[in-house]
C-alpha cells in the first residue's frame, strides 16, 4: 500500500509540474561508427536501426508513429556569391556568409514531412533541408538571405551534399524502422551527428542522437598528416617531386 501510494503521489506531483508522462521510448543504432575513405572509394552507406518502445500500462495511440532521421555532416564557413552579368563579362556583387554550416545534411523521413508536421512545427523542430541549420536565434529567413540561403541548397543538393528522402525510413514492424544514409564520394571528413526523431500527432514524443565519424587511411591519411604536422617540409617535398617530374618530361619529350 505505501509503495502504491508513493508511485501515485510521484505521478501527480508530475502531472502538476507539468512533466508529462513519457509512454514511448526510442532507441537507434548504426551499422557503423567510422566509415574509412582509400583511394578507390566511390561513396559508402550504412543503415540507422531503430526501435519504439511502449509502457505496457499505456494507451495505444490512435495516430500513426512517424519517423525523422536527420544526419548533420562537419560545420564550415561557406559563402554563397551572387554572379551580375556588366557587358560581356560575369562579376561577382553580393554574397552572404553563413558560418558554422553542414557541408553534409541529409533528412529521411517515412512519408512526406507536410504530412508530418506543420510548417512552424517543422521550423521550431528543425527539420527539413531549410530548416536543419537553424540555431537559437534563427536562420536567416529574410528575403535578402534567403535568397542566398536556397542558392546554397540547390548547390549542393547537386553535388549530393544535401540530401531529402521524403520514403526514406521503412518501418519492418509497428515499432521497428530502418533507413539509409548515402555518403557521397565526395564527404568531407570529420564527425557526422545522426539524431533521430518520433512523431505521433504532429507531437514528438521522443527522440536519440548518436554520431559516426568519416576518416581516411592508408596514403591519404598520411599525406594529410604530413600537410598537417609538417606543412614546410610537405611543400618542399611536392615542389621536388613536381620537379623531377618536369625533367623527366623533358627528357623522355625531348626531340634530338
Not at 109 to 135: F, H, M, V, W
Not at 186 to 194: C, F, S
Not at 198 to 223: C, D, H, I, P
Request: glycine share 8%; net charge positive; hydrophobic share 45%.
Amino acid at each position: 500500500m505505501r509503495r502504491a501510494a508513493f508511485i501515485l503521489a510521484a505521478g501527480c506531483l508530475a502531472a502538476l509540474a507539468g512533466v508529462p508522462a513519457r509512454a514511448e521510448t526510442l532507441i537507434a543504432a548504426l551499422s557503423t561508427h567510422r566509415i574509412a575513405i582509400a583511394s578507390n572509394f566511390t561513396g559508402d552507406q550504412l543503415a540507422v536501426f531503430g526501435l519504439v518502445e511502449r509502457d505496457g500500462r499505456s494507451v495505444a495511440r490512435a495516430d500513426p508513429y512517424d519517423i525523422v532521421v536527420t544526419v548533420r555532416g562537419p560545420q564550415r564557413m561557406l559563402i554563397v556569391r551572387e554572379k551580375e552579368r556588366v557587358g560581356p563579362l560575369w562579376i561577382n556583387r553580393n554574397q552572404r556568409r553563413f558560418p558554422d554550416r553542414s557541408i553534409y545534411l541529409s533528412v529521411a523521413t517515412n512519408r512526406p514531412i507536410k504530412e508530418i508536421l506543420s510548417e512552424e512545427a517543422a521550423r521550431r523542430d528543425r527539420i527539413g533541408l531549410a530548416n536543419a541549420q537553424r540555431t537559437q536565434a534563427g536562420f536567416d529567413f529574410e528575403l535578402d538571405i534567403g535568397r542566398f540561403r536556397d542558392a546554397l541548397i540547390r548547390t549542393l543538393e547537386g553535388k549530393q551534399l544535401y540530401t531529402l528522402d521524403e520514403r526514406g525510413v521503412t518501418f519492418l514492424s509497428p515499432a521497428l524502422f530502418s533507413s539509409q544514409i548515402k555518403i557521397p564520394a565526395i564527404a568531407p571528413t570529420g564527425p557526422y551527428e545522426v539524431e533521430v526523431l518520433l512523431y505521433a500527432g504532429g507531437s514528438v514524443l521522443a527522440r536519440q542522437t548518436t554520431n559516426f565519424e568519416v576518416v581516411k587511411t592508408g596514403a591519404e591519411q598520411s599525406m594529410a598528416s604530413a600537410a598537417h604536422d609538417r606543412p614546410f617540409l610537405y611543400g618542399l617535398a611536392t615542389a621536388a617531386v613536381a620537379l623531377l617530374f618536369g625533367w623527366l618530361a623533358t627528357v623522355i619529350f625531348r626531340r634530338d
